[in-house]
């Protein structure tokens, strides 16, 4: 009996362990299971993260792409406007490469001598006039072309005090006495040769392309008498058709080249051409920007020679150049020289409504522009500037009917001006300017000097 028991218990006892050698087994297994779901579930995620790096790498690369065109368009656009236009104002950016500017000048000048040379003008007088303008420039840009349409609207009242002033070079160039709106530049512009050159044309204002100057280029805010504006001694025609080509073949060297019509006149275009063109070196001195300009002109609209009127078709050139240089952050020099043909005159450039031929042999101006920084005020400017307007000998031993022995005498001038940031819409300038032997001292009974006091302001819309 006992055996019988023993029997049964050892049978039990290896039942038992080898039913819990098999529980342990079949737990092992889970475990076994559930460790290689979750290392596929780990590699899973660690696939997908790996896919999500990439893209968000790609993204990251695609913004940086776009950033760079974008900037290379933001580049090329002030690239145009800064190296190959000059254009007033301050555009908005109404819509994608569409800008609109807008602005309106105001000056008032007073003199203590009136010097007009008609007849029946009271000279040597004192006297208080008015002038306005209004500038609206728009522009568009194509970037899938690389080009750019560009539109300037003017208009304005009063000749201030230019037709009460007989002067070789006069006071205020803003003046003009046209208050219907007219459009004043109207052209296209291409972009050529992996933008390093552009073309232009249309009706063209031949002095933002040409003889132009960083500290004495734009009498709305800078100097206003038109010798600090543009040579004298250059023929510039009006605003007209025209072409214009520029080229960059390296960062610091600029070629340009312009044709227009030379009496402005929009007819027979290709008889009266005025021919200009500009070499610019772009510098670095004093660690600062500078720009020289080396030009040459000729007008073949009909010239009279001096010492033989029967010649009556012949040619005007002449030759200049235009500096200005950065010595600092705060001040910049220029100057300017111009010389031209001194033995032909243009019979329609005349002195007066009623005749008073002449013509210029050259002309030389310099000063200086200086930023407030120094005083507090760091957008102000201080601009100072002298000149003198030289006569043709030609004209002098010839003379005129109206000025039978002419003293022709260099007519000088000072500038001053102090432009007052008040804010970002509105600018006034204090402006004085003082002349000397005006209109070469042949101003029947009176050859005294004229002192000019004025006031512009300056508003951007």
């Given amino acids: 009996m006992f055996k019988v028991v023993f029997k049964k218990f050892v049978l039990v006892v ?34 997908r993260l790996n896919e999500q790096d990439k893209c968000m790498k790609d993204q990251k690369q695609c913004i940086l792409n ?25 555009p908005i950016a109404i819509a994608e490469g569409l800008e609109i500017g807008v602005g309106a000048t105001m000056v008032i000048q007073g003199t203590n001598n009136i010097n007009d040379a008609t007849s029946g003008v009271a000279k040597k007088e004192s006297r208080v006039d008015a002038s306005y303008s209004t500038d609206i420039t728009i522009g568009k840009e194509f970037k899938e072309t690389s080009g750019k349409a560009f539109m300037h609207l003017e208009a304005g009242k009063g000749n201030g005090l230019e037709d009460n002033l007989t002067l070789y070079s006069d006071v205020n160039r803003d003046a003009g006495d046209g208050e ?64 214009r080509i520029a080229y960059m073949p390296l960062e610091f060297l600029e070629l340009g080249y312009g044709i227009l019509d030379g009496d402005g006149d929009w007819e027979k275009i290709g008889d009266n051409l005025f ?42 050139y002449g030759f200049g150049l235009s500096f200005d240089q950065k010595t ?54 201080l601009g100072f500037a002298v000149g003198q307007v030289i006569p043709s000998d030609d004209y002098k031993k010839a003379g005129t009917l109206s000025v039978a022995e002419p003293r022709a005498k260099a007519e000088g001038h000072l500038e001053t001006y102090y432009r007052i940031y008040v804010n970002d819409h509105l600018s006034v300038s204090p402006d004085i300017q003082y002349i000397w032997n005006p209109f070469g001292k042949d101003i029947s009974d009176d050859t005294s000097s004229v002192f000019i006091g004025g006031m512009r302001a300056q508003v951007d819309f």
């Avoid at 819990?20 to 696939?47: P, V, Y």
């Avoid at 390093?196 to 249309?202: L, S």
């Avoid at 070196?281 to 009127?309: I, P």
């Fill in 328 to 381: 600092n952050d705060i001040t910049t020099l220029f100057c300017r020289y111009g010389w031209q043909d001194p033995k032909v005159y243009n019979p329609d450039n005349k002195a007066t409504e009623d005749g008073f031929e002449y013509s210029l042999e050259q002309s030389w101006s310099a000063g200086l522009q200086l930023e407030g920084k120094p005083w507090g005020r760091e957008k102000d400017v």
């Fill in 66 to 90: 776009q950033d760079k065109k974008i900037s290379e368009y933001e580049e090329r656009f002030s690239q145009f406007d800064k190296d190959l236009h000059r254009q007033e104002g301050s």
């Fill in 14 to 47: 290896i039942v038992s362990f080898f039913l819990a050698g098999n529980n342990s087994f079949a737990e092992d297994d889970s475990i076994r299971n559930e460790m290689d779901q979750l290392k596929s579930r780990i590699q899973a995620l660690e696939n």
């Fill in 275 to 316: 021919n200009i063109g500009q070499v610019t070196f772009k510098t670095n001195f004093f660690s600062q920007q500078g720009n020289y300009r080396l030009y040459g002109w000729n007008n073949n609209t009909y010239h009279t020679k001096w010492n033989d009127a029967d010649k009556q078709k012949e040619n005007s």
């Fill in 180 to 243: 219907n709106a007219q459009v004043t530049e109207l052209w296209y512009e291409q972009a050529l040769l992996n933008d390093k050159a552009v073309a232009t044309f249309g009706k063209i204002d031949p002095t933002a392309h040409f003889d132009n100057n960083e500290a004495a280029n734009d009498e709305t805010s800078q100097f206003l008498g038109r010798i600090f504006r543009n040579s004298p001694a250059i023929e510039f025609p009006d605003n007209t058709a025209g072409m």
